[in-house]
């Protein structure tokens, strides 16, 4: 009986059996796994090792589930959780385009958290990848601009703006902030169809000045002017100064950014710096397209270089 029961015959026959009582031990398994607490799953309490395992990762999923939404993209659209190669490449880039490795590694640290606080404690989002929000933020005070005076065009939220006070000020700048932004109650994009924001909050000067006023006295100080960069009239208000630096990312189509770059060779300061966000980005050809004719024009801009989706240009002195 013994040989006819470990014979290869008998163990064939009987297989669909024990796969069936297999099945049934890990259903049982599964029940007490998903009702039982912790004690019950550990070694020695009557489940095995892989069992309680096994339920020690799902308790750790479930604690990590609530921390992860400090970083992932649920309400802004992008995760905020870079990958170790891309913060070494972004400060490798930043380091480059500014000579300054040390400060560029504090900077990239410092910014990130100043992201995560901003879209914790503001309304709307910072536009754009991590990395490419932190280069801007990090590079503008490394790059030492001439002057305090920074023209943002193209604002969404304000938040950016927001957050480049800070960082300007963490450098012992005393920044003095225009915006020119249509606040349309969305975002506009000639040529492209921008749906509901991920933040659900409508882009409007409210939103703006509830963000700038998280950068204390310069945010509240800051100037909003409501309207298109390539208006005349715009132009005259906010063109009673030279600035420092120019960031350009409001109309991102070809015709839009050369508006802008024509504008800012007049209204920047001299050693000035110029930042083409989204610089390079496949879903924004017409930025690096603009830039290109731009450069081949008699201009006082130098190019630095990029990091991550932002290109970063100089006026001559
Ligand atoms: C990409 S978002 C700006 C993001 C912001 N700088 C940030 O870092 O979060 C582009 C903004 O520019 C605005 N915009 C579009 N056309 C513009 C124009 N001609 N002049 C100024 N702003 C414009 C859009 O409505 C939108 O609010």
């Known amino acids: 009986m013994r040989a006819f029961l470990t014979s290869k015959a008998a163990r064939r026959a009987l297989r669909p059996v024990a796969d069936l009582i297999d099945q049934r031990i890990e259903r049982h398994v599964r029940r007490a796994l998903e009702s039982a607490p912790a004690a019950r799953t550990t070694p020695g309490a009557g489940v095995s090792p892989d069992a309680a395992l096994h339920q020690e990762l799902k308790t750790l999923r479930n604690r990590q589930r609530p921390l992860e939404l400090f970083f992932d993209g649920t309400g802004r659209g992008a995760s905020r959780l870079p990958s170790a190669p891309h913060l070494n490449r972004t400060i ?24 995560i606080a901003m879209e ?29 005076e920074v023209l943002e065009i193209g604002t969404l939220y304000g938040m950016f703006g927001a957050a480049l006070i800070r960082m300007l000020e963490r450098a012992g700048r005393d920044p003095k902030l225009t915006i020119v932004d249509p606040l349309a109650g969305t975002q506009l994009q000639p040529g492209a169809t921008m749906g509901d924001d991920a933040s659900g909050t409508p882009v409007q000067g409210a939103a703006v000045r509830v963000n ?30 030279s600035y420092g630096v120019v960031i350009v990312d409001g109309d991102h189509s070809a015709a839009g950014v050369a508006a802008d770059l024509e504008w800012a060779e007049r209204i920047v300061a001299p050693g000035g710096i110029v930042v083409l966000d989204d610089f390079g980005h496949p879903k924004w050809p017409g930025i690096k397209e603009a830039f290109d004719k ?15 989706h932002s290109g970063y240009l100089r006026a001559s002195a």
């Open 92 to 115: 490798a880039e930043l380091a480059q385009v500014t000579g300054d490795r040390d400060g560029a590694e504090r900077n990239v640290a410092q910014a990130f958290r100043l992201l």
């Open 120 to 148: 914790a404690l503001g309304v709307g989002r910072i536009a754009g990848g991590t990395m490419n929000i932190v280069g801007k933020l990090s590079a503008v005070p490394l790059l030492d601009p001439p002057n305090d």
């Open 294 to 308: 731009h450069m081949a024009t008699d201009t006082r801009f130098a190019y630095l270089g990029q990091v991550a």
């Open 212 to 241: 700038l006023a998280l950068a204390g006295a310069a945010g509240a100080a800051a100037r909003i002017q409501q309207g298109f960069s390539e208006d005349p009239e715009v132009r005259a208000l906010v063109s009673d100064r």
